[in-house]
């Protein structure tokens, strides 16, 4: 694929040091076209109002060969880039106040502009919140609202697997080169991501390996990719606060899922929620929460005339029999319970036969699993 002067005029700039994605799209600003960059002469270049060595670095052609130099690398990778000046630039990412000038893209272009959602937390989940993020992640990208997410470990990773349960394409934005798979252990969920349809997005150039500072600077684009961004779990000092922060700053609508208010993991969803985030149970409550008209976009696009029909929901079945009703309610999804003390704990309402046969019904039917030392709690 052949580059343009303008879009190689924009990747010069953002491969030139001291220059943050404000200042290149300061410059281009009062350029012409990207490509004019190259024609100035140095006081040109530093009447944009660049740091003397970043004029210097242009003028004397670096920029240039380094611009070239990281084609050659995108075209060796299969990938592409997407820059602010491209008609095809994400609108929504546009919005925010610092959009990058450059996206590193590997994957579908076009799902960036979809209607998405972010959803983002811990790398140390509970299981409840493994199980809620992919339960909401499937259930939302059933009904063709895109996941976007930063692939990390928890429930990045949770997010992502729950789209590709639900064999839809979804974004994972790197913080790293699109080159550079972090963490290693998810290369084949990136694999997954790009053979469905997905898409893997990055500011960072090629072999950019993980480094701090580049996570959080990553978290402004998933929630400026999206409509909102939901919280499933994190502690006081969690990095998914910069996204949530990012979010309210974007104007972007903010959802949590209440946690239990002894994990140190419910503490930013629980607080979000009392700042006014919305309470998450359900895909619904994302799903009537949208703009009217994305709404009757995805209900177009799936092809149906009215709301679709719950998936799931963190409630009890209603058409469960009374004792199934009572078991499933004594257990829980971030706690395993001990069938001595199950038992013990239901000994007023049902008799143990009455017990053990629920739990079977119960872990046939998937709403329980038994784990080892016989030990049962709540699916989702």
Excluded at 36 to 58: H, M, S, V
């Amino acid at each position: 694929m052949q580059i343009d002067e303008n879009r190689l005029g924009m990747l010069a700039l953002t491969l030139t040091p001291n220059l943050g994605p404000k200042r290149v799209l300061d410059a281009v600003a009062q350029l012409r076209i990207p490509g004019q960059i190259f024609e100035l002469t140095l006081t040109e270049l530093e009447g944009l109002r660049l740091p003397a060595d970043a004029a210097q670095f242009i003028f004397d052609g670096k920029a240039r060969r380094a611009a070239d130099e990281e084609w050659g690398k995108i075209i060796q990778c299969g990938a592409t880039i997407l820059t602010s000046w491209c008609s095809n630039y994400p609108e929504r990412l546009k919005e925010i106040y610092d959009p990058p000038p450059v996206l590193w893209v590997r994957g579908d272009i076009g799902l960036l502009s979809r209607p998405s959602i972010g959803v983002v937390g811990t790398r140390h989940p509970s299981p409840y919140g493994t199980g809620v993020a992919e339960m909401l992640s499937r259930d939302l990208a059933a009904h063709r609202l895109t996941i976007v997410s930063g692939m990390a470990r928890g429930i990045d990773t949770c997010a992502h697997k729950g789209a590709l349960v639900a064999r839809t394409p979804t974004i994972a934005v790197w913080g790293t080169g699109v080159d550079v798979v972090y963490p290693k252990e998810n290369k084949k969920l990136a694999d997954d991501i790009l053979s469905t349809g997905g898409t893997i997005v990055s500011e960072m150039p090629m072999g950019t390996f993980p480094a701090p500072q580049n996570f959080p600077r990553r978290n402004r684009i998933i929630s400026g990719l999206s409509i909102g961004v939901l919280v499933v779990e994190a502690s006081e000092n969690s990095g998914t606060r910069v996204t949530a922060r990012c979010a309210a700053e974007q104007d972007r609508d903010i959802y949590a899922v209440p946690g239990n208010v002894t994990n140190k993991n419910s503490w930013t969803p629980n607080t979000l929620i009392k700042q006014g985030a919305k309470l998450v149970a359900s895909w619904e409550d994302v799903w009537e929460d949208l703009p009217s008209q994305v709404r009757l976009q995805l209900e177009q696009e799936a092809g149906v005339e009215s709301k679709p029909e719950a998936v799931a929901s963190l409630l009890p079945d209603p058409m469960l029999r009374p004792e199934e009703t009572i078991v499933l309610l004594a257990l829980r999804t971030d706690e395993s319970l001990q069938i001595d003390e199950l038992l013990e704990k239901l000994e007023t309402q049902l008799t143990s036969s009455e017990v053990f046969t629920a739990l079977f019904e119960l872990e046939m039917s998937g709403r329980i699993r038994s784990l080892p030392g016989k030990n049962y709690m709540r699916t989702l």
